[in-house]
């Protein structure tokens, strides 16, 4: 396929799957259905809610500096939040395309080499990959016995086992396959996994690993208070369980992926995880679409600030 066409089709692709989940989800939920949930709720949760985020960006900016002091570069703090505003702004535009800016922005302001930066956001990116994996495990954990009983009532048992069962063949086949290979899927996949494996054993070699670690939990931790703190804001929601919040946290995070800035996704994956444990629709769709709305609000006035005042910020270069 032409290399035109494929960059193409990854902005469009996205952004056309965002159009269809905006239409789907406000579908049996109409828009001023979310507009009377917004009125009636409670505006003090909303806001802390955005404030909470705001710090885990802060934290960050803040703990992208232990990565590069290692190398050499002691970036200002400033060009710092600056760059990562800017990377979640940019990704609502083209996704991914934020961390290639980010990483210009580096090598515009502070003379970090681009790949020298962009590799210290790719092992960041392992350190949340492996605390949200945590994040899984421990809501498996905390929540095996409801889980397990809502497959058991959902599926066929013996389905189950034989589904686990095949995916377990599939991956161990998989993985003999990828390390005897030569094949240029394989290798490439090879150097994929060394590349995640060195990111993150590479977190525990750096100077400053213990308050890297801290940035990481607390990071998180603030993350996964913004999701229950604004969930207060809506009275339908009170009293929600902690699985509902852990499940409902962990699909609305996968969902940003899926389209620009989870636009649509969002409030899909949090009613269909809100769902499980029997929480209506108008509810969870709205508060989806509140928690999404003052985010992306947030975002869109502090990274459009961000990309005016760095040049001014860094007028001597």
Do not use: C
């Amino acid at each position: 396929m032409n290399k035109k066409i494929k960059k193409a089709l990854k902005i469009i692709l996205p952004l056309l799957l965002g159009v269809f989940l905006v239409w789907y989800s406000l579908k049996d939920v109409p828009i001023p259905v979310i507009i009377e949930y917004w009125k009636s709720s409670n505006k003090s949760w909303i806001v802390l809610g955005v404030f909470l985020g705001f710090l885990s960006h802060l934290s960050r900016a803040y703990r992208w500096r232990f990565q590069l002091e290692p190398m050499g570069y002691n970036i200002r703090f400033g060009n710092s939040i600056m760059a990562v505003f800017a990377t979640y702004l940019i990704n609502y535009t083209i996704p991914r395309s934020g961390e290639v800016a980010r990483a210009t922005i580096l090598t515009n302001y502070e003379g970090v080499p681009f790949e020298k930066g962009f590799g210290t956001i790719v092992a960041e990116r392992i350190a949340d990959l492996i605390v949200m994996l945590g994040i899984i495990i421990i809501t498996l954990f905390l929540q095996f016995d409801f889980i397990y009983a809502f497959l058991i009532e959902k599926f066929n048992p013996i389905k189950i086992i034989i589904a686990l069962i095949v995916i377990i063949l599939v991956v161990t086949l998989l993985s003999l396959y990828i390390k005897k290979s030569k094949s240029k899927f394989a290798l490439k996949t090879k150097t994929f996994i060394s590349g995640l494996t060195e990111g993150a054993l590479s977190i525990f070699k750096m100077k400053k690993k213990w308050p890297f670690i801290f940035h990481t939990l607390f990071i998180w931790v603030m993350y996964l208070l913004m999701f229950y703190v604004t969930s207060l804001a809506i009275e339908d929601l009170h009293g929600i369980s902690t699985g509902a919040v852990l499940i409902g946290f962990i699909s609305a995070s996968f969902s940003i992926a899926a389209t620009s800035g989870g636009i649509g996704a969002y409030p899909l994956a949090i009613y269909g995880a809100f769902l499980i444990f029997g929480i209506e629709k108008d509810p969870s769709i709205a508060f989806g679409w509140i928690m999404w709305a003052a985010q992306t609000l947030m975002i869109i006035v502090f990274g459009g600030l961000s990309l005016i005042y760095l040049p001014v910020y860094n007028r001597s270069k």
